[in-house]
């Protein structure tokens, strides 16, 4: 049987989900982060050399790294589907999306996370790591306003990688989707697939996935009070601080034009950190 290590609030939750929609029967194992770090819990650490998550083990092997498990589980127990195949419509464009998103669109979001911690940086530096992330999410969008899916006209493992990007990581990094229409009508989609909830209910039981612009708050289970005081939790609450967000409920409403902008540049973020 396959087992799905997943820990919580993290991209583990895109194998979670490509199980769901390939109809693959697997065992799922949560780990809770640590709640102080948010890193990793040691069990977690001690199943693979790099110790990240997500990690499957499918009876013999133990296999780690996001891509490598969606490619795997779509050719061994998929049958290949969801994916497109060399002369395919579409491929190259699959193959876009599916590596873009932990090539690009991740590292560009953990970019500006850190940034947005570490004081004393370089404003130029700065900039341009934000300008990275802007341009991912511009880029998404006008891939999103010309075809409903990232590889084209159907659902595919290109969908599977890029959406933990435009949502859970919106946690970690904070980003209002007012300026987004076609991201926000994608989200509805995918949110609306039964695979998707279905997965999402049990890799974060009560997590509220943000689908919309949403307010942004982890579940209170994963997060003792002790913790929130913690360095980490302090810069990313500065960060959290600085974007605007729309009262929880409000998910398909436009916001008032006041509220219409993206995330604070990063130089804000460094600034409110360097001057606390
Ligand atoms: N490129 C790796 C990145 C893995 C990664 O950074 N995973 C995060 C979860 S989003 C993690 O394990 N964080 C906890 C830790 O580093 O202890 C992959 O896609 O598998």
């Known amino acids: 049987?396959?087992?799905?290590?997943?820990?919580?609030?993290?991209?583990?939750?895109?194998?979670?989900?490509?199980?769901?929609e390939l109809g693959i029967p697997y065992e799922l194992e949560r780990y809770d982060r640590d709640p102080v770090t948010r890193l990793a819990p040691p069990a977690y650490r001690a199943l693979t050399p790099y110790g990240t998550a997500p990690v499957i083990v499918d009876n013999e092997l133990t296999l780690g790294e996001t891509g490598a498990i969606v490619e795997y589980l779509v050719a061994v127990h998929g049958g290949g589907r969801l994916s497109i195949k060399p002369g395919e419509p579409g491929y190259a464009d699959y193959l876009h999306w599916f590596h873009f998103a932990n090539g690009s669109m991740v590292p560009a979001a953990i970019n500006t996370m850190l940034a947005s911690i570490v004081e004393g940086a370089d404003a130029g530096l700065l900039a341009s790591i934000a300008d990275r992330l802007d341009r991912a999410f511009d880029h998404v969008e006008a891939r999103l306003g010309d075809a409903p899916w990232f590889a084209g006209d159907s659902f595919t493992a290109a969908d599977v990688m890029m959406v933990f990007s435009l949502t859970t990581m919106r946690i970690f990094v904070p980003r209002d989707l007012a300026p987004y229409p076609a991201i926000r009508?994608?989200?509805?989609?995918?949110?609306?697939?039964?695979?998707?909830?279905?997965?999402?209910?049990?890799?974060?039981?009560?997590?509220d996935v943000p689908l919309s612009y949403g307010r942004l708050r982890w579940p209170s289970r994963t997060i003792p009070r002790a913790s929130r005081r913690t360095p980490i939790r302090c810069a990313l609450q500065r960060a959290f601080s600085t974007a605007t967000w729309m009262p929880s409920g409000t998910s398909t409403m436009a916001p008032p034009a006041a509220t219409l902008r993206k995330a604070a540049p990063i130089s804000t973020c460094a600034c409110s950190a360097s001057s606390a």
Not at 2 to 20: A, T
């Open 1 to 20: 049987m396959l087992v799905v290590h997943h820990l919580g609030i993290s991209q583990s939750d895109r194998i979670v989900w490509l199980c769901e």
């Open 185 to 207: 009508a994608y989200l509805q989609r995918i949110g609306a697939r039964p695979a998707y909830r279905h997965a999402m209910a049990k890799a974060d039981p009560g997590f």
